[in-house]
């Protein structure tokens, strides 16, 4: 089966998502017809395309010629019967069960014998919506992503009774609209809303120990590489938004514990403060933005000692390249600087009040050879001064953060690498299509998966293991994944 790129292409629902969905069809050469119940919605979709198409065109994307004719390629109507001829049917329309069956069930019966249905649900069971379907071998999910035209991953789901062939041809055909299709079994939160659940619960979790939210922001930009911190992005996506996604794959987890929802969320979405749509969440955009707390340095020359830097020895060379004295030592742990007597040494998931002999606990950055900033735990506030000189010297910004197990950044990299884990080890999906999809699904710097083999299987275990110790919470054990016990 092969779905060509000059068939005809349905899409159901005018709004955000299918006005998109319609836009790359009709790009990559298919005949396009957008259908919606609401005249007003295929009003402003067609205006939105429209605005859509001539950006790229004052951007030098596209000539005037190729937007004219992607333009005539596209209709527009009410009339669902006009779906009849195409060889594939995207739905976008509301996230409602029974609206969504309802409407296949009127697909089902105006369609061709062999056109493909989809669906673009980012909640519901593919299998529910496909239930009582009479054409379920050629129904499946499309999880595209907003904004649709600029987003290269789709999830693409089979239900039970799918057929792997349709699977295999609209797989192929994503690939020919320039999208990156990766594979997923029908559970809720596909891959990328189940696998960067972390990302915003170690933010919250953090902001509820009292961690302030700039400093929770900063760290995860500045030493984590993440383009938003989790909580200016849940602000920018709307907390109503998100926790109704974090609530679905809970809902669908039947209450696993790591999938538990964020209390702090929760009593944002009550008191209406969803985020900048709202002017409020967790910043107040009425106002300054607040920065977060850089500690400053102490000037005074300072000499470093240090054996094996391990992951810290880019920090290192730069000091050293900066006119700092670094000495050898062979007495001291790998991934240890003593500045001055002061023993500073990089977080493994324990508390700073378990690490005896140690003054400054260096939180983790994804890449020390160009994080601009490390997070640090101190048992005072002239330590931190020592350090925060240090770094500085190393030209980088030093921020504090509270003494909690796995301190922020090494927290949330571990995190995501477990639910990226688990992913693989309830064999929702490979372990290439979990990376492909936090790349492109989720924007994130690095795949979990990728970051885990650079720091090394068993040291995430070890880490996930004190983190789950310390906090005393099961959601921090190690995958099995680490534990050696999937093959
Ligand atoms: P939207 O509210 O912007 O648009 C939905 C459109 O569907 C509206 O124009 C409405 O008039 C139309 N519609 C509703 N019921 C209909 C029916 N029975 N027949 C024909 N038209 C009907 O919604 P959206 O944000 O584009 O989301 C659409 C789907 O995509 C949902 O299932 C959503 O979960 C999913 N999704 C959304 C996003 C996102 O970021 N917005 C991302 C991925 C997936």
């Keep these: 089966m092969e779905i060509r790129t000059n068939a005809p292409v349905a899409v159901v629902g005018a709004g955000t998502m299918g006005v998109g969905i319609a836009q790359v069809a009709a790009i990559a050469g298919h005949c396009v017809t957008v259908l919606d119940m609401?005249?007003?919605?295929?009003?402003?979709?067609?205006?939105?395309?429209?605005?859509?198409?001539?950006?790229?065109?004052?951007?030098?994307?596209?000539?005037?010629?190729?937007r004219n004719e992607i333009w005539d390629r596209i209709h527009w109507s009410q009339d669902l019967a006009l779906a009849a001829n195409a060889a594939l049917v995207v739905e976008a329309i509301v996230e409602e069960l029974e609206i969504k069956r309802r409407l296949f069930g009127g697909l089902a019966r105006v369609v061709r014998f062999n056109t493909v249905l989809a669906s673009n649900t980012s909640s519901l069971e593919i299998g529910a919506i496909a239930e009582q379907l009479s054409l379920r071998g050629r129904f499946l999910g499309l999880h595209f992503f907003?904004?649709?035209?600029?987003?290269?991953?789709?999830?693409?789901?089979?239900?039970?009774?799918?057929d792997p062939a349709v699977v295999e041809a609209v797989t192929s055909l994503?690939?020919?609209?320039?999208?990156?299709?990766?594979?997923?079994?029908d559970v809720a939160g596909f891959i990328v809303n189940r696998v960067a659940r972390p990302y915003y619960a170690e933010g919250f979790a953090a902001l509820g120990e009292g961690v302030d939210p700039a400093t929770v922001d900063a760290a995860m930009v500045e030493a984590g590489g993440f383009r938003?911190?989790?909580?200016?992005?849940?602000?920018?996506?709307?907390?109503?938004?998100?926790?109704?996604?974090?609530?679905?794959?809970?809902?669908?987890?039947?209450?696993?514990?790591?999938?538990?929802?964020?209390?702090?969320?929760r009593s944002l979405v009550e008191r209406k403060l969803l985020g900048r749509k709202s002017s409020k969440g967790v910043y107040d955009y009425t106002a300054p933005?607040?920065?977060?707390?850089?500690?400053?340095?102490?000037?005074?020359?300072?000499?470093a000692r240090v054996s094996d830097g391990g992951l810290l020895r880019p920090v290192v060379e730069a000091a050293r390249a900066a006119?700092?004295?670094?000495?050898?030592?062979?007495r001291l742990p790998p991934e240890t600087i003593e500045l001055d007597g002061i023993r500073m040494a990089l977080g493994d998931g324990r508390t700073l009040a378990e690490r005896t002999g140690v003054h400054i606990l260096v939180d983790h950055a994804r890449d020390f050879t160009i994080a601009k900033t490390i997070a640090i735990t101190a048992r005072s506030a002239s330590h931190a001064a020592v350090a925060a000189g240090f770094f500085r010297a190393a030209e980088r910004r030093t921020l504090m953060v509270a003494d909690r197990p796995g301190q922020l950044v090494l927290r949330t990299l571990a995190q995501l690498a477990n639910a990226a884990a688990d992913t693989i080890a309830d064999q929702i999906a490979s372990a290439e299509d979990v990376e492909t999809a936090m790349l492109y699904g989720a924007n994130h710097p690095e795949g979990p998966l990728s970051w885990a083999r650079r720091l090394g299987c068993d040291r995430v275990r070890l880490t996930l293991g004190h983190i789950a110790r310390a906090t005393g919470d099961p959601i921090y054990s190690p995958s099995a994944l680490f534990e050696g016990r999937v093959s």
């Design 38 to 66: 609401n005249a007003e919605a295929l009003d402003r979709g067609r205006t939105g395309l429209g605005a859509s198409l001539d950006a790229a065109v004052a951007r030098g994307r596209l000539d005037q010629a190729a």
């Design 146 to 162: 907003n904004p649709v035209p600029a987003m290269k991953l789709v999830e693409v789901i089979a239900g039970p009774d799918t």
């Design 174 to 185: 994503m690939r020919a609209w320039g999208k990156m299709p990766v594979r997923v079994r």
């Design 228 to 265: 938003m911190g989790p909580l200016s992005l849940a602000d920018m996506i709307g907390h109503d938004v998100n926790y109704a996604v974090a609530a679905s794959v809970f809902d669908a987890g039947v209450g696993l514990p790591r999938f538990r929802l964020q209390e702090a969320q």
């Design 289 to 303: 933005l607040p920065a977060p707390f850089y500690i400053d340095g102490t000037s005074a020359r300072i000499e």
């Design 323 to 330: 006119g700092v004295a670094v000495l050898h030592d062979d």
